[in-house]
T-cell receptor
Framework: DQQVKQNSPSLSVQEGRISILNCDYTNSMFDYFLWYKKYPAEGPTFLISISSIKDKNEDGRFTVFLNKSAKHLSLHIVPSQPGDSAVYFCAASPNTGNQFYFGTGTSLTVIP | NAGVTQTPKFRVLKTGQSMTLLCAQDMNHEYMYWYRQDPGMGLRLIHYSVGEGTTAKGEVPDGYNVSRLKKQNFLLGLESAAPSQTSVYFC?????????????FGSGTRLTVV
């Protein structure tokens, strides 16, 4: 059973606007949450993370929000750029940190 | 360039054949992982290692074996390949206790079993 879910397989956004990617999880024991970005024929690259003791983490144009009561996290990209077009995966782990569960990914297209 | 290198990048196997996928990292990471990516399934952990000489099962370990004889290398073996093992395989590595810095992934091995 999928413990981490990304219910939107794809998203299209105009350049300069906000992109919001969503992720839901079912395991209340998850403590660490990461977002990865993946281009075709490449491995995923780490983007941003958050631990369960925080509800927001910001890094430049990227912000991750965590709502523990709803078991939901989101990634905001502002402003979106064409180079942001990629597949985004969220991942979650319990406090051991050595076994991350990945969502199925959301393909983001930023239209110039 | 420092990073995670996977060998080979592509491979076609016949059902029942065996093969070994090699992962090498030069970042002195303690932890190493093997994931597989399938359409609609995301990345699923096969096996992982928290140090030289140690291995542990992940979500989908059946049909695979691993070895970590040297800190920098993590091998994934398929003893008798099956069409269900057609997938893209990713190796990753990380430092312990630096979970929030994420993993470094290799570029993947695309395996087709016919």
């Amino acid at each position: 059973d999928q413990q981490v879910k990304q219910n939107s397989p794809s998203l299209s956004v105009q350049e300069g606007r906000i992109s919001i990617l969503n992720c839901d999880y079912t395991n209340s024991m998850f403590d660490y949450f990461l977002w990865y970005k993946k281009y075709p024929a490449e491995g995923p690259t780490f983007l941003i993370s958050i631990s369960s003791i925080k509800d927001k983490n910001e890094d430049g144009r990227f912000t991750v929000f965590l709502n523990k009561s709803a078991k939901h996290l989101s990634l905001h990209i502002v402003p979106s750029q064409p180079g942001d077009s990629a597949v985004y995966f969220c991942a979650a782990s319990p406090n051991t940190g050595n076994q991350f569960y990945f969502g199925t990914g959301t393909s983001l297209t930023v239209i110039p | 360039n420092a990073g995670v290198t996977q060998t080979p990048k592509f491979r076609v196997l016949k059902t029942g054949q065996s093969m070994t996928l090699l992962c090498a990292q030069d970042m002195n990471h303690e932890y190493m992982y093997w994931y597989r990516q399938d359409p609609g399934m995301g990345l699923r952990l096969i096996h992982y290692s928290v140090g030289e000489g140690t291995t542990a099962k992940g979500e989908v370990p059946d049909g695979y074996n691993v070895s970590r004889l040297k800190k920098q290398n993590f091998l994934l073996g398929l003893e008798s390949a099956a069409p269900s093992q057609t997938s893209v395989y990713f190796c990753a590595s990380s430092y312990p206790l630096m979970v929030l810095y994420g993993y470094t992934f290799g570029s993947g091995t695309r395996l087709t079993v016919v």
